[in-house]
C-alpha cells in the first residue's frame, strides 16, 4: 500500500514534466515558425512580383502570380545592352575574389595569433576584438579618402582591397585552430622537419576547413549584399555591383514606373548565386565537420 501510494505522486511529478517539456518544445517550434515566416515573406513576395509587369505590380493582390516573369527577364537583359548582367559579373567578381583572399588571410592571421608566441600577441587580439565591433559604415568614408589619395577609388580595386582582412574572420579563425588543431601534432611536425609553411597548409588547413568554410560564406554573402562601400567608391556604372545597380534603377522608377518591375526581377534573380553557393558549401561543411569529428 505504501510502495503504490509512493509511486502515484512519482508518475504524476513525471506526468508533469512530460507536459512542461511539450509545452517548451511547442513554444520553441512556434518561435522559429514565426521567425521562418518573417524571413521568407519577402522572398515570397518577390517571387510572386517578379512575374507581374509593370501595370499589374501595384493594382493586382500581392500574392498572386501572373506571366509575365520570362518577359520581365528579356526586358532586363536587353537594358542597356545588358549592364544587369555586367552588373552580375562585377558582383561575382567582388564576393568571390574578396571572400577567397579575405578567408586566406584570416586563416594565416588566425593561425598565428593561436599557435605562435610574440610580443604584443595580447594587443593585436585586443585590437582585433575592437575591430569586430566597429560597423564596416564607419570606416568606408575614411577608406574613400585613404584610397583616393593613391588613385584607387572608382575601380575595382577601390570595392576588393578593404574587403580583405575581416576582424570576424580573423577571430573565427583564432578560435577554431585554438581548439581543433592540437599543439602536439604541429610539434611531432617540426620534430619531423616540417616547416611552418608546410605545417600550415599540410596539418592546420584541412584540421580547420570547417571554420574557413564558414568564413568564405560570411565574407560571401556580406560583400554580395553591400552597399554602402561601393556606392561610395565607385561613379562609373560599368563597375557597379548588383545593389548600386538596383538601387540607382530603383531611383529611376519614380519617373518610369516600368522599371520597378526590372528592379523586383533583378533582385529575384541575384538572390539565385547565393542559394546555391548555400546549398553546394553545406554540402562541404558537413562532410568536414564529420571529419573534424573522426579526427578529433
Known amino acids: 500500500?505504501?510502495?503504490?501510494?509512493?509511486?502515484?505522486?512519482?508518475?504524476?511529478s513525471r506526468a508533469l514534466a512530460a507536459t512542461a517539456r511539450e509545452r517548451a518544445s511547442f513554444l520553441s517550434t512556434a518561435v522559429l515558425l514565426i521567425g521562418a515566416l518573417?524571413?521568407?515573406?519577402?522572398?515570397?513576395?518577390?517571387?510572386?512580383?517578379?512575374?507581374?509587369?509593370?501595370?499589374?505590380?501595384?493594382?493586382?493582390?500581392?500574392?498572386?502570380?501572373s506571366t509575365h516573369l520570362w518577359d520581365n527577364i528579356v526586358?532586363?537583359?536587353?537594358?542597356?545592352?545588358?549592364?544587369?548582367?555586367?552588373?552580375?559579373?562585377?558582383?561575382?567578381?567582388?564576393?568571390?575574389?574578396?571572400?577567397l583572399l579575405s578567408t586566406v588571410v584570416s586563416a594565416l592571421a588566425g593561425f598565428a595569433l593561436a599557435k605562435y608566441e610574440f610580443k604584443g600577441k595580447a594587443a593585436v587580439f585586443t585590437v582585433l576584438l575592437a575591430g569586430v565591433l566597429v560597423p564596416g559604415v564607419i570606416l568606408a568614408i575614411p577608406?574613400?579618402?585613404?584610397?583616393?589619395?593613391?588613385?584607387l577609388t572608382n575601380t575595382y580595386w577601390a570595392v576588393l582591397l578593404?574587403?580583405?582582412?575581416?576582424?570576424?574572420?580573423?577571430?573565427?579563425?583564432?578560435?577554431?585552430?585554438?581548439?581543433?588543431?592540437?599543439?602536439?601534432?604541429?610539434?611531432?611536425?617540426r620534430t619531423d622537419g616540417a616547416g611552418d609553411f608546410r605545417i600550415f597548409w599540410r596539418i592546420a588547413i584541412p584540421m580547420m576547413s570547417p571554420a574557413l568554410?564558414?568564413?568564405?560564406?560570411?565574407?560571401?554573402?556580406?560583400?554580395?549584399?553591400?552597399?554602402?562601400?561601393?556606392?561610395?567608391?565607385?561613379?562609373?556604372?560599368?563597375?557597379?555591383?548588383?545593389?548600386?545597380?538596383l538601387n540607382g534603377l530603383l531611383n529611376q522608377g519614380s519617373s518610369v514606373p516600368a522599371l520597378y518591375s526590372l528592379v523586383v526581377t533583378g533582385a529575384l534573380l541575384s538572390i539565385i548565386p547565393l542559394v546555391a553557393l548555400f546549398l553546394v558549401l553545406q554540402r562541404f561543411w558537413k562532410v568536414d565537420l564529420g571529419a573534424g569529428a573522426v579526427k578529433a
Open 213 to 245: 568554410v564558414t568564413i568564405f560564406l560570411f565574407q560571401f554573402v556580406g560583400i554580395w549584399n553591400n552597399f554602402m562601400l561601393p556606392y561610395i567608391m565607385l561613379g562609373n556604372d560599368s563597375l557597379y555591383p548588383i545593389t548600386v545597380g
Open 162 to 189: 578593404p574587403q580583405i582582412v575581416s576582424p570576424y574572420g580573423i577571430y573565427l579563425a583564432r578560435i577554431y585552430t585554438s581548439a581543433s588543431v592540437p599543439t602536439d601534432v604541429i610539434e611531432a611536425a
Open 75 to 99: 526586358e532586363l537583359t536587353q537594358y542597356r545592352g545588358g549592364l544587369y548582367w555586367r552588373w552580375m559579373l562585377n558582383t561575382a567578381l567582388y564576393a568571390g575574389v574578396g571572400a
Open 1 to 12: 500500500m505504501a510502495a503504490t501510494l509512493v509511486s502515484v505522486p512519482a508518475r504524476s
Open 143 to 151: 577608406q574613400y579618402f585613404m584610397l583616393a589619395q593613391i588613385g
Open 38 to 65: 518573417y524571413c521568407l515573406l519577402p522572398i515570397v513576395w518577390v517571387v510572386f512580383a517578379s512575374t507581374k509587369d509593370g501595370g499589374e505590380l501595384f493594382t493586382t493582390n500581392t500574392f498572386v502570380p
